[in-house]
């Protein structure tokens, strides 16, 4: 692993240690979605260029968001992949400024890619956020060697081919089964247990169906001992649901965080932090004061 600019260790060693400061808390921790790519589902294009994606990562954070979230790949469903080479280019120059202007946020990398991974970890991400459950080689490995934080998710197949393959016997009992593998193998390659958070995957390779019932058993999958992050926002399963399109789905992707509030370590990974944080402000207040 490569020494950060001007010597000593990367600024993205030490993320676990930083993750874990947000735990105990009465709220899910909002994740903020920043899409740097021309083809995202919801906001593909808008925040392409570097002036303008930095401009959004800070406006997320002033928003409530306590994680930006950078992607430089679309995972929508049918999504290409690009190079390596690419992704690093749209994803590394928003981290370093990131950092630079705000030292105390906590910034996660969206990539499936060993290589992308580790230049994120070096210019100062804390947390790599893996469709692929850490399934490239090295990347595991990667997490481990730069002390950060990783999201593993469920999917079936890849972006382009995984909602062909929705069929299941027992979705949640599937889903609890994968994910429960993928945290043996990081922690077996050296990630450290506490920072390795769990993802059901809404969205990639379910259908309606099995999103819902996901969704519903979320405080079963938090049961496995790990933070849970789940990321319904504006997905298609809310447009087939009820008919609205992309850009007016948050009410939705409201109704469909409550789960969270039942689970003792969550993350919600949102395109609106400020709604979304009050949201959960007057829902767990409306909990707490319930008989």
């Known amino acids: 692993m490569r020494p950060a600019a001007g010597g000593g260790t990367p600024t993205g060693a030490g993320g676990a240690a930083r993750l874990a400061r947000l735990w105990p808390r009465p709220l899910p921790v909002v994740m903020g979605i920043l899409n740097c790519t021309p083809d995202s589902f919801s906001d ?12 959004h990562g800070l406006r997320l954070l002033e928003e409530g968001a306590e994680i930006v979230d950078v992607g430089g790949e679309s995972t929508r469903p049918g999504a290409e992949p690009v190079p390596a080479r690419m992704e690093i280019q749209r994803v590394v120059p928003v981290i370093e400024t990131l950092r630079r202007e705000r030292p105390e946020a906590l910034i996660s990398v969206d990539t499936s890619k060993t290589e992308v991974a580790r230049e994120a970890l070096d210019a100062g991400a804390d947390l790599v956020n893996d469709v692929t ?34 069929r299941y016997d027992h979705v949640v009992a599937e889903v609890a089964s994968f994910l429960r593998d993928r945290l043996r193998a990081a922690v077996d390659a050296g990630v450290r247990r506490d920072a390795v958070w769990l993802d059901p995957g809404i969205g990639f390779g379910k259908d309606d169906a099995g999103n819902i019932e996901l969704l519903a058993a979320l405080p079963d999958l938090a049961a496995l001992g790990q933070p849970v992050l789940v990321g319904p926002s504006r997905k298609s399963f809310i447009g087939r649901i009820t008919g609205a399109p992309v850009g007016e789905r948050l009410p939705g992707t409201l ?9 003792p370590r969550a993350v919600v990974r949102v395109h609106d932090p400020a709604p979304v944080a009050q949201f959960l402000t007057v829902a767990r207040a409306i909990l707490e004061a319930t008989p």
Do not use: I, K, Y
């Open 44 to 55: 593909g294009g808008r925040f392409l260029e570097l002036d303008r994606a930095v401009a």
């Open 133 to 166: 459950a850490g399934a490239a080689p090295g990347m595991l490995e990667a997490v481990a060697e730069s002390g950060a934080g990783v999201v593993l998710m469920h999917m079936r197949g890849t972006p382009r081919t995984m909602q062909g393959e929705t």
């Open 255 to 263: 109704a469909a965080l409550l789960p969270a509030l039942r689970c």
